[in-house]
Each structure stands twice: as structure tokens, then as C-alpha cells.
């Protein structure tokens, strides 16, 4: 079973800081992995995703993720934070053979002018 | 693509009362999952759909709880003797294909208030 630790659950970063968010996923199999970000009172958006291929994922809005399977890890960073950013962002790794995401607990990010 | 659409947006029932939730989910998705998000947690799988087939139930799911998605179209959650307890955002997905890298597509999610 996929089991996802995401550390700090609030982050808070200065506008125009690098922004990182860890993820880490328990799995023999190297899963799928999703990063989703969720404004308040709103459903869950896609920000990239890690299927195979090239370990580095770029998404939307200036985000990336390195996949490392030595580390089984999933980080999400993006060079220089914005306001827009302020949100929770969740991992969700999908091994081969799960039919369902399995969400971490999620990482509240607030953004400091 | 109009997006997964999720209604109503907010719910306020009496505990007791029994409360349906709709879910349009993109048209020719054939995948739709049913999640619950209570404060400062992530989404919890309760069930999901291919097609009109469900195929898989969370153990969170209790009897109270039903779901069904006739003609593989639009779904429906129902709780039945809703408790305190149920108070939570439940958010509807939907996804096109069996590959295990579609992404979910997620709707804005109904927010269910029990008193």
C-alpha cells in the first residue's frame, strides 16, 4: 500500500524566496506521483505529475519536481515564490495497479510580502 | 472541457436528515472517484466508479453511505441519517482512460455542514 509523509505541515517563505515542499512516498514499486495544489474553498488542480521518463517534472506556474528513487522522494520547488502561491499543495503517489490517489496530509504555504 | 462540476456548493442539514450530493463529471471520462476532506487533512478516498460499475469502497465508507452513477454519466453520494461527524467537503473526480498516470480532474467539491 502507497503511504505518503509530506514534512511541515505549514511553510512560510518570503516573496521572491525559493520555494520548497518535501514529499516523501514508502513504496517497493516506483509509483506515479502528483503534486496538487488546492485554493481556499476549492476543489484540487493538478500542478505536475512524474510517470516515467525524465526525473525532473515541470508544472504550471513556475513549479518543478524532482523524482529520486534512491531517496523516494518527490519535492516540489519553485525558484522565486509569489503571492499566488499562498495554498495547499499535496503529494499523491499511485502505485501500479492502485486505482486511487493515496493524499498526504498536505503543506499549508503563506507567502510574506 | 467544462470541468467537473459539483452541486450544491454548500449544505446545512440537521443531524438525522438524509442529504444527496451531485457530481457531473467531464463528459467522456469514464473513471469518477468520490473523496472527503475534513479541516487540515488531505483528501480521503471513500469510492470510485468505471463507467456505471463500482468497483472499489473505502472501509470509511459506512453503511449510511451510498453511491451511484446510473449510465455512467453523473453520479450521486447520498448519507442517510447524517451525524456530526460527517461534516466534511466532499469532492468528486473524474478521469479519462485505465492508465494509472491520468490525472484526477477535481470539482470544487460540495461542503456539508451537520448541526
Known amino acids: 500500500a502507497q503511504s505518503v509523509t509530506q514534512l511541515g505541515s505549514h511553510v512560510s517563505v518570503s516573496e521572491g524566496a525559493l520555494v520548497l515542499l518535501r514529499c516523501n512516498y514508502s513504496?517497493?514499486?516506483?509509483?506515479?506521483l502528483f503534486w496538487y495544489v488546492q485554493y481556499p474553498n476549492q476543489g484540487l488542480q493538478l500542478l505536475l505529475k512524474?510517470?516515467?521518463?525524465?526525473?525532473l517534472v515541470k508544472g504550471i506556474n513556475g513549479f518543478e519536481a524532482e523524482f529520486k528513487k534512491s531517496e523516494t522522494s518527490f519535492h516540489l520547488t519553485k525558484p522565486s515564490a509569489h503571492m499566488s502561491d499562498a495554498a495547499e499543495y499535496f503529494c499523491?503517489?499511485?502505485?501500479?495497479?492502485?486505482?486511487?490517489?493515496?493524499f498526504g496530509t498536505g503543506t499549508r504555504l503563506t507567502i510574506i510580502p | 472541457d467544462t470541468g467537473v462540476s459539483q452541486n450544491p456548493r454548500h449544505k446545512i442539514t440537521k443531524r438525522g436528515q438524509n442529504v444527496t450530493f451531485r457530481c457531473d463529471p467531464i463528459?467522456?471520462?469514464?473513471?469518477l472517484y468520490w473523496y472527503r476532506q475534513t479541516l487540515g487533512q488531505g483528501p480521503e478516498f471513500l469510492t470510485y466508479?468505471?463507467?456505471?460499475?463500482?468497483?472499489?469502497k473505502s472501509r470509511l465508507l459506512s453503511d449510511r453511505f451510498s453511491a451511484e452513477r446510473p449510465k455512467g454519466s453523473f453520479s450521486t453520494l447520498e448519507i442517510q441519517r447524517t451525524e456530526q461527524g460527517d461534516s466534511a467537503m466532499y469532492l468528486c473526480?473524474?478521469?479519462?482512460?485505465?492508465?494509472?498516470?491520468?490525472?484526477?480532474?477535481f470539482g470544487n467539491g460540495t461542503r456539508l455542514t451537520v448541526t
Open positions: 466508479f468505471q463507467n456505471e460499475a463500482q468497483l472499489e
Open positions: 463528459s467522456e471520462h469514464n473513471r
Open positions: 512524474y510517470t516515467t521518463g525524465a526525473t
Open positions: 513504496s517497493s514499486v516506483p509509483p506515479y
Open positions: 473526480a473524474s478521469s479519462f482512460g485505465d492508465s494509472y498516470n491520468s490525472p484526477l480532474h
Open positions: 499523491a503517489p499511485r502505485g501500479f495497479g492502485n486505482e486511487k490517489l493515496t
